[in-house]
Nanobody, 117 residues
Framework: QVRLVESGGGLVQPGGSLRLSCAAS????????VGWYRQAPGKERDLVAG???????NYAGSVKDRFTISMDNAKNTVYLEMNNLNTDDTAVYYC???????????WGQGTQVTVSS
Protein backbone atom coordinates (compact mmCIF):
# COMPACT_ATOMS: atom_id res chain seq x y z
CA GLN A 1 0.00 0.00 0.00
CA VAL A 2 1.40 3.36 -1.06
CA ARG A 3 1.32 6.15 1.46
CA LEU A 4 2.66 9.68 1.09
CA VAL A 5 2.85 11.94 4.14
CA GLU A 6 3.56 15.64 3.73
CA SER A 7 4.74 17.94 6.49
CA GLY A 8 6.30 21.35 6.96
CA GLY A 9 3.49 23.66 5.96
CA GLY A 10 2.43 26.65 8.01
CA LEU A 11 2.06 30.39 8.19
CA VAL A 12 4.95 32.52 6.96
CA GLN A 13 5.42 36.21 6.22
CA PRO A 14 6.10 37.44 2.69
CA GLY A 15 9.77 37.00 1.89
CA GLY A 16 10.06 34.06 4.27
CA SER A 17 10.98 30.44 3.69
CA LEU A 18 9.55 27.00 4.34
CA ARG A 19 10.68 23.46 3.65
CA LEU A 20 8.08 20.83 2.87
CA SER A 21 8.78 17.13 3.27
CA CYS A 22 7.07 14.12 1.72
CA ALA A 23 7.87 10.73 3.16
CA ALA A 24 6.83 7.64 1.23
CA SER A 25 6.06 4.05 2.10
CA UNK A 26 5.07 1.29 -0.28
CA UNK A 27 6.88 2.94 -3.20
CA UNK A 28 10.47 3.82 -3.95
CA UNK A 29 10.71 7.46 -4.95
CA UNK A 30 13.92 7.28 -6.96
CA UNK A 31 12.41 4.70 -9.33
CA UNK A 32 9.49 6.94 -10.26
CA UNK A 33 8.53 10.50 -11.12
CA VAL A 34 7.70 12.62 -8.09
CA GLY A 35 6.17 16.06 -7.98
CA TRP A 36 4.88 18.80 -5.76
CA TYR A 37 1.54 20.31 -6.75
CA ARG A 38 -0.47 23.10 -5.21
CA GLN A 39 -4.09 24.12 -5.22
CA ALA A 40 -5.33 27.53 -4.16
CA PRO A 41 -9.01 28.13 -3.31
CA GLY A 42 -11.12 28.19 -6.46
CA LYS A 43 -8.21 27.17 -8.68
CA GLU A 44 -7.00 23.98 -10.30
CA ARG A 45 -4.22 21.84 -8.90
CA ASP A 46 -1.02 22.72 -10.72
CA LEU A 47 2.45 21.25 -10.85
CA VAL A 48 4.99 23.30 -8.91
CA ALA A 49 8.11 21.16 -9.21
CA GLY A 50 8.99 17.66 -10.36
CA UNK A 51 11.93 15.30 -10.17
CA UNK A 52 12.45 12.27 -12.38
CA UNK A 53 13.94 8.91 -11.51
CA UNK A 54 17.13 10.19 -13.11
CA UNK A 55 17.21 13.26 -10.91
CA UNK A 56 16.14 15.73 -13.59
CA UNK A 57 14.11 18.57 -12.13
CA ASN A 58 11.54 20.91 -13.61
CA TYR A 59 9.71 23.90 -12.20
CA ALA A 60 6.72 26.07 -12.90
CA GLY A 61 7.81 29.44 -14.17
CA SER A 62 6.32 31.26 -11.19
CA VAL A 63 8.56 29.42 -8.71
CA LYS A 64 11.74 28.95 -10.69
CA ASP A 65 14.78 30.34 -8.86
CA ARG A 66 12.78 30.45 -5.61
CA PHE A 67 11.83 26.79 -5.04
CA THR A 68 14.07 23.72 -5.06
CA ILE A 69 12.96 20.11 -5.18
CA SER A 70 15.32 17.45 -3.88
CA MET A 71 15.29 13.79 -2.90
CA ASP A 72 16.92 11.87 -0.07
CA ASN A 73 17.11 8.30 -1.33
CA ALA A 74 18.13 6.87 2.03
CA LYS A 75 15.05 8.35 3.69
CA ASN A 76 12.79 7.85 0.64
CA THR A 77 11.74 11.45 1.12
CA VAL A 78 11.28 14.37 -1.24
CA TYR A 79 11.66 17.97 -0.15
CA LEU A 80 10.49 21.31 -1.49
CA GLU A 81 12.58 24.22 -0.31
CA MET A 82 10.61 27.43 -0.78
CA ASN A 83 12.28 30.82 -0.52
CA ASN A 84 11.14 34.41 -0.99
CA LEU A 85 7.54 33.37 -0.56
CA ASN A 86 4.76 35.72 -1.60
CA THR A 87 1.01 35.75 -1.11
CA ASP A 88 0.46 34.05 -4.48
CA ASP A 89 2.18 30.98 -3.06
CA THR A 90 -0.65 30.45 -0.57
CA ALA A 91 -2.21 27.05 -1.30
CA VAL A 92 -2.50 23.47 -0.19
CA TYR A 93 0.63 21.67 -1.36
CA TYR A 94 0.42 18.02 -2.39
CA CYS A 95 3.12 15.45 -2.96
CA UNK A 96 2.49 13.01 -5.78
CA UNK A 97 4.23 10.01 -7.31
CA UNK A 98 3.47 8.46 -10.69
CA UNK A 99 4.12 4.73 -10.93
CA UNK A 100 4.41 3.32 -14.46
CA UNK A 101 3.51 -0.31 -13.97
CA UNK A 102 0.61 -0.31 -13.55
CA UNK A 103 0.11 3.38 -14.35
CA UNK A 104 -1.21 4.95 -11.16
CA UNK A 105 -0.73 8.37 -9.58
CA UNK A 106 -0.72 8.54 -5.82
CA TRP A 107 -1.33 11.65 -3.72
CA GLY A 108 -0.57 12.73 -0.21
CA GLN A 109 -3.12 14.38 2.03
CA GLY A 110 -1.73 17.87 1.45
CA THR A 111 -0.20 20.51 3.69
CA GLN A 112 -1.39 24.11 3.95
CA VAL A 113 1.01 26.93 3.19
CA THR A 114 -0.21 30.42 4.01
CA VAL A 115 1.85 33.49 3.18
CA SER A 116 0.54 36.54 4.97
CA SER A 117 1.74 39.52 6.94
Amino acid sequence: QVRLVESGGGLVQPGGSLRLSCAASGVIFNRNQVGWYRQAPGKERDLVAGISSGGITNYAGSVKDRFTISMDNAKNTVYLEMNNLNTDDTAVYYCSVFVLLPPVRYWGQGTQVTVSS
